[in-house]
């Protein structure tokens, strides 16, 4: 029987350090019906002249370029020249281990999935690129085999980081196409956004247990910055995600989701410190005061903004939001 073809799309903006590597990886994938799709999303270094090195070396490699537009954008570029029946993304500063797409393919061909999910290795690394961790925590595997389990299931998938990025994921492209699932134009967090999009379309899933995405980490280089808006960001996928629930016909089980949005609400408010003022703008959105209503947090630091966040104590929350920033810093 034929092998289904697999378009694996790169979005790559200024990566030149890391992207032979990853590129080299994806030549020495052990199954070959691949073609490679690299989206140079404005790059102002190399990594445009490298891929376009990989081209001319590989037939089944092919680039474009577009204007900086983030990798949501450059993702849909990707998908809408991919060929492939089935479509990978990997991030150009990663990489795969050699049976990484053969293993993925061979599960959704076993178990006609139409969503397979695997954990991350991950790869703490130095700026040379010297792995200083490698850290392969696999998972069981599991099997859901109706779209009634796969919607039950979404809350616990998502609170365990299963399925908030987009790579580690073999998706079929008929679903994208089909219900013209893409990334939204969001610079933070779209990858969540992609994955309800598709995932409110499935009617079944598995979770490969052999790990070969291998996630790298550059702990002297994470950034932490942030765009002092991103609670907007935050509104729109609870939002979101509140209004694919009640398609589904379902309510949330419990506060998992809203815990989880809560938390990255909190960690939104101990990188921007918001004064009173601003906290008392920002919960004037209804969505946002419907997650804070929702959330049970369970962490003590958390627990007492949401306290303060829900009785409207703004300006107590703002001098608790700064001390446990301060705390964090030096923990």
Known sequence: MEQPLVSIILPTYNVERFLNKCLDSLAAQTYKNVEVIIVIDGATDSSHDIA??????????????????????????GLSRAKGELIMFVDPDDWCEPDYVETMVRYQAENNCDLVITRDIIAKCTSAGEILQYNNKSCDFEMCESQD???????????????SSPHAKLYKKSIIDTNSVSF?????SQDIAFNYRYYSHINNYCICPKNGYVYR???????TKIR?????????????????????GMSFESASIPNHFFTRLCGHFYLTK????ELREILSDPILQALVKD???IRKDRKICHSLLKGKKYRMASLAISFFSLVKKFA
């Open 149 to 163: 389990q796969a919607r039950k299931d979404y809350a616990r998938l998502l609170t365990s980081d299963l399925i």
């Open 295 to 297: 959330a049970q947090p």
């Open 52 to 77: 376009k090195e990989y081209c001319q070396k590989y037939p089944h490699y092919s680039v474009y370029w577009q204007e900086n537009q983030g990798s949501g954008p450059a993702r849909n570029n």
């Open 228 to 248: 002092k808006d991103y609670y907007r960001i935050i509104s729109v996928l609870y939002n979101d995600i509140r209004s694919m629930y009640r398609n589904w």
């Open 217 to 223: 980490i550059i702990p002297s280089e994470r950034s």
């Open 274 to 277: 918001p004064s009173a003022q």
């Open 184 to 188: 939204p134009d969001l610079r933070r």
